[in-house]
């Protein structure tokens, strides 16, 4: 079988998960061996994936949900108090102050508040995640599907854009629901079943949709489908995110 990403001979096939592992992907969220290559796995995981869990919208998630990086390591995000960490159970962060004299006023219960700009660090790496999860959907459901030359412009922004090349992606949350579930409490039972990857048709074209929770994500994988008019969804619950390799 091709690679749907390189189109060369899978050899050296790896398990690629559509859903990250580090955003609570198990086995239910994996391809079939032979369709991804190794090499292909591999720059995804150290030049793309890494990248975009590491900025909001993820990185939030996988703090609240307590995941883990693939070395076993705990999620971590610097504020202007100091570095949130994950703990093992979902809900709870811990805070290593930048200084003694917040760690004083967090302890005396002056501060009891964090806020986290909601503001994507790496847009472009998210752009490219996004894509190549929605081409693996397309896999999951055809295995020859990928290959057609439609996707060509969607494989090559996700594997090796060229420069200049544009694209977006659309971000819509409702705030109060989604911190709702995390005051109250939730198991990544909840969280994976909150969790939809899907594949649209729009004017002919195909368009990735990731919900997580209370969260949607839209992409196309066609660089020719246009953004939407964002007239029609104010902000701050909705985002336009237009990028450029």
Request: hydrophobic letters at 40%; glycine letters at 6%; proline letters at 7%.
């Amino acid at each position: 079988m091709n690679c749907i990403f390189c189109k060369k001979t899978a050899l050296g096939a790896s398990v690629s998960h559509i859903l990250p592992e580090s955003l609570g992907g198990e086995q239910w969220a994996c391809l079939p061996d032979g369709l991804v290559c190794s090499e292909c796995n591999q720059y995804f995981g150290e030049k793309v994936e890494s990248k975009a869990l590491a900025s909001f919208p993820f990185l939030p998630f996988r703090l609240l949900l307590g995941i883990p990086t693939k070395k076993g390591r705990a999620s971590t995000m610097r504020t202007h108090l100091g570095t949130l960490q994950s703990d093992v159970s979902p809900g709870y962060i811990g805070i290593d102050p930048c200084s003694s004299e917040i760690e004083t006023a967090i302890n005396a219960g002056k501060i009891s508040q964090i806020r986290i700009i909601a503001e994507p660090t790496e847009p472009l790496a998210i752009a490219r995640m996004l894509v190549k999860m929605g081409l693996e959907v397309v896999a999951a459901d055809s295995t020859d599907d990928p290959l057609d030359p439609k996707f060509d412009s969607a494989r090559k922004f996700s594997r090796s854009p060229e420069r200049g090349t544009n694209w977006w992606w659309f971000l819509g949350i409702d705030h109060a629901r989604l911190f709702a579930k995390f005051r109250d409490g939730i198991t990544m039972r909840e969280w994976q079943q909150g969790v939809s990857l899907s594949v649209h048709q729009l004017h002919e074209c195909e368009v990735f949709r990731l919900q997580l929770l209370d969260m949607v994500i839209f992409t196309p994988l066609d660089m020719r489908v246009a953004p939407p008019d964002m007239s029609e969804f104010p902000e701050p619950n909705n985002r336009l995110f237009e990028v450029t390799c």
